[in-house]
């Protein structure tokens, strides 16, 4: 937090109100699983986090485990394409949505707020951020953008930020999303390393340096 921001950002937040955290694949087993295998201290990096779900998901297991460990949360907090009409999910303000505000009010009340960095900014940018600051995660799970370019650039450009032994999960293997499928094929592939798949997520694993 002190090198990313320079203080809590967490200072004076002001919540909405509770609504249920809502979300795809946020829940996934892998997460947390992967989450209580870190060893501390340590940073995850949750690339593509909308409301919150599969950063609270890891947060907990983080605090419920004990251990000394940190989720920074990357997302533009305006959307995909795909959410651009769901008018019901957020609300605008002039132009923007207040989706950064729902994330943070999910994560404070879930109790969590400790253990969540938000990084409000594009994949790209974040990542350039973190190197910045010498960042290197123990886990990061991708489910940003979909589209093929964007996924294999958002795997290819937090892989170097991924510690050795750590682990890269992504989220939508799976029909209806073949630039996800494609992108983590080819990026297995020139890795040389496997992919295992706990549909709809798969994860690679770095080797020890
Ligand atoms: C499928 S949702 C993430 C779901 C979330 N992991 C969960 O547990 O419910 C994808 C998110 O990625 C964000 N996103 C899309 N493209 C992005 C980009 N280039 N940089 C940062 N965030 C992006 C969107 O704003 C959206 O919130």
């Known amino acids: 937090m002190d090198r990313i921001y320079g203080h809590n950002i967490w200072d004076g937040f002001e919540p909405l109100p509770r609504t249920a955290v809502t979300g795809w694949n946020g829940d996934h087993p892998a997460l947390a699983a992967h989450a209580r295998n870190c060893v501390g201290p340590f940073v995850i990096i949750d690339v593509g986090v909308w409301k919150g779900m599969s950063t609270i998901s890891m947060a907990k297991a983080i605090k419920e485990a004990g251990l000394d460990g940190v989720v920074i949360s990357v997302d533009t ?24 505000h729902i994330f943070m009010s999910n994560v404070y009340h879930e109790g969590v707020s400790d253990y969540v960095i938000p990084l409000p900014q594009t994949s790209v940018t974040a990542v350039n951020v973190l190197q910045r600051v010498n960042c290197e995660a123990a886990l990061i799970h991708v489910d940003a953008a979909h ?4 996924v294999i650039r958002d795997l290819r450009e937090y892989w170097k930020v991924l510690r050795p032994t750590g682990v890269m999960i992504g989220d939508d293997y799976m029909y209806g999303w073949p630039g996800v499928i494609k992108a983590a094929g080819e990026f297995s592939a020139e890795l040389c390393l496997p992919m295992e798949v706990e549909f709809p997520k798969f994860i690679i694993k770095k080797p020890p340096a």
């Open 77 to 100: 907090f305006l959307g995909s394409p795909e959410h651009f009409f769901m008018r019901d999910d957020f609300q605008r303000k002039n132009s923007i949505p207040n989706l950064s």
């Open 147 to 150: 589209e093929y370019e964007e």
